[in-house]
């Protein structure tokens, strides 16, 4: 009699791809997740596959950064080397790619930085474009430039969604705008719409080390307060020409995801962020259980309630850390 049915069609694994042969960097804070490099992902992609996951989406880790990331639209990037790769060896593998300047920037800000400028007040819908802190601002405008461009050199390496992640007003216009202009109006856009200023992002940000050297993003991300901006940022995205939009984090954020089903009814994505994986992780890790339950049972109960929560409250599809283990569970 359940109403709710949580399936591995719904889920979207997430990599961390980094230079190099032979690579496997565990990361402290994500216990079972790893930076590799392409050989490897090609081997777990594989193996993902065969479990029955359908999509995946890529991080690059960067060894070079610079304060206008122009590693992340290098023809020959990491991210495009393993787009490439992943779609030679495996063509029915959807690849999402991640676009956004953070893990690619010195600074680790999602835009580009301005020098010692006043604030500006939010621009109307919403999304606020100056980096809080020491009186820097994000110039919004060059910075969806930057994002086309990285969009682009994805689209041409072979990538089936790009996903905007920067939080930028205009964001999914000026990339659909470019990506039809060069023609490649079938690539689709999965845009992070609602995307909140989280707690949640510690672990991935020593992942990617992305972390900001200075203030923090809630200028442009959102402030977890707020719900109905989310329905108005998703909206303006929607308008862009956004095939999916996405709310992120999800296990905090339930509720606007539900709200977001209800008023709009498009494809909906839920980002099961690495704060929330690590938190499951750690604890089913530092724990007592009893006779009846092991740690594993006891994560796999856990994992599985709050993925199936998350697609009840509306999600379509999830991106989660989880999405390899749960496939595995689901298949054995």
Avoid at 189 to 200: D, E, P, Q, T, V
Avoid at 259 to 268: D, G, H, I, S, W
Wanted: glycine letters at 8%; one cysteine or more.
């Amino acid at each position: 009699m359940a109403e709710t049915m949580l399936s591995v069609s719904n889920l979207i694994m997430p990599y961390f791809v980094t230079e190099g042969r032979g690579r496997e960097e565990p990361i402290k804070s994500m216990p079972g997740i790893f930076r590799i490099s392409v050989d490897n992902l090609l081997k777990d992609v594989k193996e993902a596959r065969e479990s029955g996951i359908k999509a995946i989406l890529l991080f690059g880790v960067s060894g070079k950064k610079d304060l206008s990331g122009g590693e992340a639209y290098r023809k020959d990037g990491i991210v495009q080397k393993a787009v490439k790769a992943v779609k030679k060896s495996a063509k029915d593998i959807v690849v999402i790619t991640d676009i956004c300047l953070c893990g690619y920037t010195s600074h680790g800000h999602c835009g580009i930085v301005e020098g010692q400028v006043a604030r500006v007040p939010p621009s109307p819908g919403g999304l606020r474009r100056t980096s809080k802190g020491q009186g820097h601002s994000i110039d919004n405008d060059k910075t969806l430039k930057i994002l086309s461009k990285i969009a682009l050199s994805h689209a041409e390496a072979g990538a089936d969604l790009v996903a905007p992640s920067a939080m930028m007003d205009g964001q999914v216009r000026a990339i659909r705008e470019a990506l039809d202009k060069a023609g490649f109006s079938e690539v689709g856009i999965l845009a992070y719409s609602a995307k909140y200023a989280s707690n949640f992002y510690a672990p991935f940000r020593e992942a990617l080390d992305s972390a900001p050297q200075f203030g923090d993003r809630k200028s442009y991300q959102m402030d977890y307060r707020n719900s109905d901006e989310a329905l108005r940022e998703i909206r303006e995205d929607i308008d862009e020409g956004a095939d999916i939009v996405m709310v992120k984090p999800a296990l905090s954020y339930l509720d606007v995801i539900y709200r977001a089903k209800e008023k709009f009814n498009v494809p909906l994505a839920a980002f099961n962020v690495s704060g929330e994986y690590a938190m499951v992780k750690v604890y089913c890790r530092d724990s007592g259980f009893g006779i009846r339950d092991t740690a594993a049972d006891m994560g796999k109960k856990i994992v599985l309630e709050i993925l199936t929560s998350i697609k009840r409250a509306g999600a379509d599809l999830i991106i989660t850390y989880h999405a390899k283990e749960v496939a595995e569970w689901m298949t054995t």
